[in-house]
């Protein structure tokens, strides 16, 4: 059964910084665009980082130059690598899985098929 889970998130001083991780338990992990979202409270749940099959990414504007995802398909695994951490960077952060060819990838969290439970990163000032 396919099911994503992370792990990383934590609390910490402005300017600090947290990996996350996402680990896949099904197979074909190489034929998902594999992205992460965040959800504030009483905020929309908005996109982050995506990484598609072919290694194309794309970032939240506010994110760009701090944050990095990568994957290693071979582990099955996919990763945020958050830098100079910000308090509005408080939310909770989703993996999520889609399931596309080769050529696409989408940043809208309706397309995606599975995501994980969330963890919880804070950012105090």
């Known amino acids: 059964q396919e099911q994503l889970l992370e792990s990383g998130g934590g609390s910490v001083q402005a300017g600090g910084s947290l990996r996350l991780s996402c680990a896949w338990s099904?197979?074909?992990?190489?034929?998902?665009?594999m992205g992460w979202f965040r959800q504030a409270p009483g905020k929309e749940r908005e996109f982050v980082a995506i990484?598609?099959?072919?290694?194309?990414?794309e970032y939240l504007e506010s994110v760009k130059g701090r944050f990095a995802i990568s994957r290693d398909n071979a582990k099955k695994t996919v990763y945020l690598q958050m830098n100079s951490l910000k308090p509005e960077d408080t939310a909770l952060y989703y993996c999520?899985?889609?399931?596309?060819?080769?050529?696409?990838?989408?940043?809208?969290?309706?397309?995606?098929?599975?995501w994980g439970q969330g963890t919880q990163v804070t950012v105090s000032s």
């Open positions: 990484i598609s099959r072919g290694g194309h990414i």
């Open positions: 099904g197979h074909s992990f190489n034929y998902y665009t």
């Open positions: 999520a899985a889609d399931r596309t060819i080769l050529s696409h990838w989408s940043i809208s969290a309706g397309d995606y098929d599975y």
